[in-house]
């Protein structure tokens, strides 16, 4: 599979603006505009408008806080995690409110809200960077989640600063953009296996 990191369209540049950074600077986010990166996940689609995505945060200022959801990260993205001012756990609520059955959607609808939120950190000259490396147990029993919610991802948010910090191979990331898939891999105007 060939993959380039060359933009093939024109899209909109708070698309190709927003990048999963590992170098932040350590400076608070006024918590109006922590309000705003929640606000945009809220105005995302969902299934049913069931609105399964439920987000528990810490700011570095809340410094025991904030090192309780640092804790439930591995040690890979911990190391550079540190210096963001915001952490989020991004958790989906598995049943739907109307009837209590499982709601087969409700990662897709997390993930859309992520993403609004991803797009609103960036428009406001932030970036959000998802982690799927995070210990599920420790984070249950930290966040005391209840049964029928599912941490899925934790995200580190802030402003791009110095990467002093990090690893040769994060430092390279830091300076170029992930590779993508052609369209042609992913999308068909055919059946899909023909
Ligand atoms: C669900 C999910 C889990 C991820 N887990 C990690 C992680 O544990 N550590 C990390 O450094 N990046 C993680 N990433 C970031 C991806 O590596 C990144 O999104 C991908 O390389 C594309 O780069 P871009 O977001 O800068 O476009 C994760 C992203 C997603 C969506």
């Known amino acids: 599979m060939e993959q380039n ?17 590992r170098a932040f600077i350590e400076r608070a ?16 689609f969902s299934s049913s408008n069931e609105q399964p995505w439920r987000y528990v ?10 090192q309780t959801l640092l ?4 040690d890979m993205n911990k190391d550079w995690v540190q210096k963001a001012p915001l952490l989020i756990a991004c958790i989906a609520k598995k049943t739907m ?6 709601n087969p959607k409700a990662l897709h609808d997390l993930g859309a809200a992520n993403m609004l939120l991803a797009l609103q950190a960036t428009s406001l000259g932030m970036q959000a960077h998802p982690m799927g490396g995070y ?10 989640l209840p049964e029928d919610c599912e941490v899925v991802a934790f995200m580190a948010v802030g402003y791009p600063g110095n990467d002093d910090h990090l690893k040769d191979y994060q ?7 992930s590779k993508r898939m ?4 992913f999308v068909f105007n055919k059946p899909f296996g023909s």
Not at 6 to 17: F, P, V
């Open 5 to 21: 990191n060359t933009i093939a369209h024109n899209i909109d540049k708070l698309i190709t603006d927003r990048k999963s950074i």
């Open 29 to 44: 986010i006024e918590p109006a505009l922590i309000a705003e990166l929640f606000e945009a996940a809220r105005w995302s």
């Open 57 to 66: 945060y810490a700011t570095a200022a809340q410094v025991e806080w904030y």
């Open 71 to 74: 804790n439930c990260l591995m």
């Open 97 to 102: 409110a109307k009837d209590g059955n499982l």
């Open 135 to 144: 210990h599920n147990d420790k984070a249950r029993e930290a966040l005391q």
């Open 171 to 177: 430092k390279e990331q830091e300076h170029t953009r």
């Open 182 to 185: 052609d369209q042609t891999e």
